[in-house]
C-alpha cells in the first residue's frame, strides 16, 4: 500500500490566498493589518524562519516589520522593545523567535507581550482560552496548522484516537488542546507521549492519527505505525549527506519511506506541516487584528 500525500503547499496557499483576500476589504477602508517579528543573534535556522515570515506577510498585503537586535542584546533591551511592540497601533500581532540566547529568560519575554498582540500563542493567557475551548484565543501556528490539514483534507478527527509524540509548549500539548475541543477538527480522544512513555512504539501502533513533534530524525519507523493511519510529521531535522550541494539534507521525525508504504496518508518534509505553519501565522495576525478592531 502506498499512503496519500498530504501536500501542505496547496492547503497553505489556499489559507493564505483567503487572508490576502480578507486584507483587501480591510484596505479599502484604510486599514491594515501589521506584524513585527524580533529576532535576537544569528541562529541561522530562524533567520531562514524570519525572513520567509516576512515576505509572506508582504504578500498578504500586511504591513511587516522585522527587528534584528544584536546576540548581545540584553533581556532589559529585549523586553523595552516588546513594550515598544505592544504599544504600536500600527502592529496587530509579533512574536519573539525561538531561541532566545541562554542570557535571556524566554518567560519573562514571553510572559510580557500583550496576549491581544501574541499571536505566537504562547502567553499563558493564550495557553489558558486554547485549554478551555474560548474562541478569542491565538492558537500556536504549527499545532493550528496541523488541525487545518486534517480538516481541509477530509480527514476525520472526531471519535479517532490521535497519538501525539512530543511534549513540547510550542507542538505536542497545544497539539492536544486542539484535538479534544468539541467541534470540527476535534473530538479525538488524545494519547500525549514523551521520552519517559512505556512502550513507545505500542502507542504509536494504537493510533488513527499519529503527530510526531520530538525533533529526532527518521524516529518513527514503520513497525510503529498501524496500517492505514494517517502520519503527520511535525520535524524539520538537518542531516549530515556529503551528496547534496548544501552537505546536509531535510528530514522529519517519520521514515517516510518506509513509513508511507503502511500508512493511510503521511505529510511530506520538506512541504508538509512547515508550509501551514506561516499560513496560520498570517491567520492568527488577521485574527488578532479584527479582535483589536472589534475592542476600538
Ligand atoms: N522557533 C521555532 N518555532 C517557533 C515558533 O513557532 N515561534 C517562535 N517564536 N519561534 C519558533
Redesign the pocket.
Known amino acids: 500500500m502506498s499512503a496519500r500525500i498530504l501536500d501542505g503547499v496547496p492547503l497553505a496557499d489556499a489559507i493564505r490566498a483567503e487572508v490576502a483576500a480578507a486584507v483587501k476589504r480591510y484596505a479599502g477602508d484604510g486599514r491594515k493589518p501589521g506584524l513585527a517579528v524580533v529576532i535576537v543573534g544569528e541562529n541561522p535556522a530562524s533567520q531562514v524562519y524570519v525572513k520567509a515570515k516576512g515576505k509572506a506577510c508582504e504578500e498578504a498585503g500586511m504591513h511587516s516589520e522585522t527587528v534584528r537586535l544584536s546576540e548581545r542584546t540584553t533581556e532589559a533591551e529585549l523586553l523595552a522593545t516588546v513594550e515598544r511592540l505592544n504599544r504600536d497601533p500600527a502592529i496587530h500581532g509579533f512574536?519573539?523567535?525561538?531561541p532566545l540566547p541562554s542570557h535571556i529568560n524566554g518567560e519573562r519575554v514571553l510572559n510580557a507581550i500583550d496576549p491581544a498582540k501574541d499571536v505566537?500563542g504562547f502567553h499563558p493567557v493564550n495557553v489558558g482560552r486554547l485549554s478551555i475551548g474560548d474562541p478569542t484565543a491565538l492558537r500556536?501556528?504549527?499545532p493550528f496548522g496541523v488541525q487545518q490539514m486534517l480538516i481541509r483534507s477530509g480527514i476525520e478527527t472526531r471519535g479517532a484516537h490521535a497519538v501525539i509524540v512530543g511534549r513540547s509548549n510550542?507542538v505536542g500539548k497545544p497539539m492536544a488542546s486542539l484535538l479534544i475541543q468539541p467541534g470540527t477538527g476535534g473530538d479525538a480522544t488524545v494519547t500525549v507521549c514523551h521520552s519517559k512513555t512505556r512502550d513507545l512504539p505500542a502507542v504509536c501502533r494504537s493510533a488513527d492519527i499519529l503527530v510526531v513533534a520530538m525533533g529526532k530524525p527518521e524516529f518513527v519507523t514503520a513497525d510503529m505505525v498501524r496500517p492505514g493511519a494517517t502520519v503527520i510529521d511535525v520535524g524539520i531535522n538537518r542531516v549530515d549527506d556529503a551528496s547534496q550541494p548544501k552537505g546536509y539534507r531535510i528530514v522529519g521525525d517519520v521514515a517516510y519511506a518506509p513509513v508511507a508504504e503502511v500508512a493511510g496518508a503521511i505529510t511530506p518534509v520538506p512541504g508538509g506541516v512547515g508550509r501551514m505553519?506561516i499560513a496560520m501565522l498570517l491567520q492568527n495576525t488577521l485574527q488578532a487584528f479584527q479582535q483589536a478592531a472589534g475592542r476600538a
Not at 95 to 98: D, I, P
Open positions: 512574536l519573539v523567535q525561538l505566537d500556536p501556528a504549527t510550542i505553519t
